[in-house]
């Protein structure tokens, strides 16, 4: 090999090589802009509330309240804003080791009449809310008749059970269920 044929290779080589190192250096600032966004992602993810991928299913159960003073305070109050509490206390949290998880809601919209709620298994289309309204009203109403009794530091006492008992009785109306549907479309809206 003459020096004309050295040059010639390494004039070759130094352009392969630049070339290589300018893909090299493409890649880095790639990686590099890659690693900025999964480090934003990881900040945002521990910065947010931790959802459990566990759904409560909505069926017809018997709800379980821990704390009966203020379950029976909500049932004295008589309104729906107070029954929305407790959905959300027993549909949306749970404890797990003293540690507050949020859940996901086993109830979601599409349109103004178009409900989902989660069975357990699958999401089932419930139009106008019809089997949502009806499920939560009746689990709704055997945990406040299982609770009525509760009663400490009311003078009157039968009269607030009685007034209690009609409250309860009138969670079977249409009425109060299209309450119910509309407090929960505020509810998920405000997820």
């Known amino acids: 090999m003459n020096n004309e044929d050295e040059k010639t290779l390494q004039n070759i080589i130094d352009i392969q090589f630049k070339k290589m190192n300018n893909i090299l250096e493409t890649l880095t600032s790639k990686i590099d802009i890659i690693n900025k966004r999964v480090i934003l992602i990881e900040k945002k993810i521990s ?8 759904i409560k299913p909505l069926i017809n159960e018997k709800i379980d309240f821990q704390n009966k003073d203020i379950l029976f305070k909500y049932l004295c109050a008589n309104n729906i804003s107070n029954d929305m509490k407790i ?6 949290i749970k404890y797990e080791d003293g540690e507050r998880i949020n859940l996901i809601c086993p109830i979601k919209f599409e349109s103004y009449r178009k409900f989902y709620y989660w069975n357990g298994q ?8 019809y089997y949502i309204s009806k499920t939560l009203a009746d689990n709704l109403q055997r945990l406040y008749l299982r609770n009525n009794n509760n009663i400490k530091g009311i003078t009157d006492k039968m009269e607030k059970i009685f007034e209690n008992q009609q409250y309860i009785n009138s969670m079977k109306t249409d009425k109060y269920k299209r309450l119910l549907i509309k407090e929960l479309r505020t509810m998920i809206n405000c997820l």
Do not use: C, R, V
């Not at 910065?47 to 566990?54: A, G, W």
């Not at 959905?87 to 949306?92: D, S």
């Open 122 to 129: 699958k999401w089932i289309a419930d139009m106008d809310g």
């Open 87 to 92: 959905i959300k206390e027993y549909y949306l």
């Open 47 to 54: 910065e947010e509330i931790i959802y459990s991928p566990d």
